[in-house]
C-alpha cells in the first residue's frame, strides 16, 4: 500500500446522508457505505471529484488554499490554469484576469498556459523516439495519472515523463521574476488557481518528481467573486499575453492534442470514457495511436469541479480566445528546453491499493473465495450493502470489512428460512 497522502477531496461526515450517489460513481471503488455515512478509502482515492459533483448533500468537498494564503511569502506570483479564462462569459481579452489578479494582490502573473507551450514542445521531442511505448500517454491530467497507478499499472511506462504545466509555469515565474527583480527566489510564493482538487493534491504530494514547483493550490471558486469586480475595471494590455493560442486551448479537451500534434492522437474527457478507451489501450486493442490525451472532467479542466462557470459556457469562451490566431504556433524558443528541469526525476509507481494480499498464495486463496462468495449472491450491484458491486462486496467480505448479511437480499433469504423454521416449529408444539 502507498503510504498515507494528502487528500484535497475529503468528506464531511455531518452531512452525509448515507446515500449511494458516490459509490456508484466512484471510478477506482475507494467508496463506502458503513454505518449509514459514507468512508473514502485512502489509498484507492484519485481526487478526480466525481463524488463532489454527485453528492445531493454537499458531503464531499476540497480542500484548497485560502486566498490569505498568499501572505507567507514575500511576493506573491498567479499561476491562473488557462480554464480560467473561460468563467467569463463577456471577456474581451485575457490580460483583463491577468490584470485583474494583480488588482487582487499578486506582485506578477505567470500564465500556466505558457507552461503548456513548453511542454508541448517537451512532449513533441519526445515522441520523436521509437523506442517510447504507444500510445505515449499524456501526464497533464494528475487524476487520470493516479488512476493509472490503480487500475492500469501495466499502462505506467506508457505515461510521458514530462512534467505537467503549472510546475513548468511555477519554475519560470520564479527565475524571471527573481532575476528582473534582483530577490531572493526562496522569498516567491507561486500560486495555481486550480478548476479541480487533483492537481491541488498535486501540488501537495507530486507526481514523477520529491517536490512541487508549487507553492499553493486555490480554487477557482475561492477567487471568482473577486475577481469578477477587478475585471470590470481591468485595462486590457495584450502585452500582457505571452501565451500561444495553442497553450490556452490545453483548457478544453482535445487542445493538448493540437498543440502537441501527432500523427495519430485520441483525446477523451470525462473518467469513465477514460477508463473504457485505457481498457482498450491496455487490451492492444488502438494499435497505430501514437499519443492519447485523458481528461478526468468532462469538457477537459473547463469541467472541474472547482470552477464557476458552465461547462459548455466555458468550453465555447476557451475556442473563442485560442482561435485569434488562424496559424498559431509554441512560442518556445530553443533555451527554454534546457534551461529548465522539465523532465520527471523519478519513475512513477503503480498502486497496491487493490492488491489483495502481500503473499501471492494468499492473495490467490482469497480470489478463489471472492469468487465462491460472488457467486452465491445476486448479482444486482445496488449498493445497498454499502459496496458499490456485488464483487467488491465479496471482497469486503473477505478482507474482513462486510458480513453476508450487510446483503439486504441475503437477509431476506435467511428471514424467510427463519419465518419458515418458526412456522414449522409452531406446527410440530401443536400436534
Known amino acids: ?66 486566498l490569505s494564503a498568499i501572505s507567507r511569502f514575500k511576493y506573491k506570483i498567479a499561476l491562473p490554469a488557462p480554464s ?29 498556459a505558457r507552461g503548456a507551450d513548453v511542454v508541448s514542445r517537451a512532449i513533441r521531442e519526445r515522441l520523436k523516439n521509437p523506442d517510447l511505448p504507444r500510445p ?53 510564493g507561486c500560486f495555481f488557481i486550480s478548476p479541480c482538487p487533483a492537481k491541488v493534491t498535486a501540488i501537495r504530494n507530486p507526481i514523477g518528481h520529491d517536490e512541487s514547483a508549487v507553492d499553493g493550490g486555490i480554487s477557482v471558486l475561492e477567487i471568482y467573486g473577486l475577481l469578477s469586480s477587478q475585471i470590470r475595471n481591468a485595462p486590457i494590455d495584450l502585452t500582457l499575453e505571452q501565451a500561444s493560442d495553442l497553450g490556452v486551448g ?33 487490451d492492444n486493442r488502438l494499435k497505430g495511436l501514437e499519443f492519447f490525451e485523458g481528461a478526468a472532467c468532462t469538457g477537459g479542466c473547463v469541467g472541474g469541479p472547482l470552477n464557476f462557470e458552465n461547462n459548455y459556457v466555458a468550453r465555447s469562451g476557451i475556442r473563442r480566445l485560442a482561435s485569434r490566431d488562424p496559424n498559431p504556433d ?35 486463496r482469497k480470489m478463489e473465495r471472492i469468487e465462491k462468495i460472488y457467486s452465491e449472491l445476486p448479482g444486482f450491484d445496488c449498493g445497498s450493502c454499502g459496496s458499490p458491486t456485488c464483487r467488491t462486496f465479496a471482497e ?9 448479511m450487510d446483503c439486504i437480499h441475503k437477509m431476506k433469504e435467511q428471514l424467510r428460512v427463519m419465518a419458515q423454521q418458526m412456522v414449522n416449529l409452531a406446527q410440530t408444539t401443536r400436534e
Open 250 to 282: 490545453w483548457a478544453r479537451s482535445g487542445g493538448e492534442s493540437i498543440a502537441v500534434s501527432p500523427e495519430n492522437s485520441m483525446a477523451v474527457d470525462g473518467i469513465e470514457n477514460c477508463i473504457r478507451v485505457l481498457e482498450e489501450i491496455e
Open 396 to 404: 469486503d467480505i473477505v478482507q474482513g470489512d462486510a458480513t453476508k
Open 84 to 112: 480560467l479564462y473561460g468563467q467569463f462569459a463577456d471577456l474581451k481579452s485575457i490580460s483583463q484576469v491577468l490584470n485583474g489578479l494583480k488588482q487582487m494582490g499578486f506582485d506578477d502573473v505567470f500564465e500556466v
Open 136 to 188: 505515449v500517454i499524456s501526464s497533464a491530467c494528475p487524476a487520470i495519472v493516479r488512476l493509472i497507478q490503480v487500475r492500469f499499472p501495466d499502462l505506467i511506462d506508457h505515461i510521458v515523463d514530462v512534467r505537467q504545466p503549472m510546475e513548468v509555469a511555477a519554475m519560470i515565474a520564479r527565475r524571471e521574476f527573481a532575476r528582473a527583480h534582483d530577490v531572493n527566489p526562496k522569498d516567491v
Open 1 to 66: 500500500m502507498e503510504q498515507k497522502r494528502f487528500h484535497s477531496v475529503r468528506l464531511e461526515g455531518d452531512k452525509c446522508r448515507g446515500c449511494t450517489n458516490c459509490l456508484k460513481r466512484c471510478p477506482t471503488e475507494a467508496i463506502r457505505v458503513r454505518g449509514g455515512r459514507a468512508h473514502i478509502i485512502d489509498e484507492r482515492c484519485i481526487d478526480c471529484g466525481e463524488c463532489i459533483r454527485v453528492c445531493s448533500y454537499h458531503a464531499k468537498v476540497a480542500v484548497t488554499d485560502p
Open 330 to 364: 509554441l512560442n518556445v524558443d530553443n533555451g527554454m528546453m534546457t534551461k529548465y528541469d522539465l523532465y520527471d526525476s523519478k519513475r512513477i509507481m503503480p498502486n497496491s491499493a487493490m492488491k489483495l494480499d502481500d503473499d501471492l498464495m494468499e492473495a490467490m
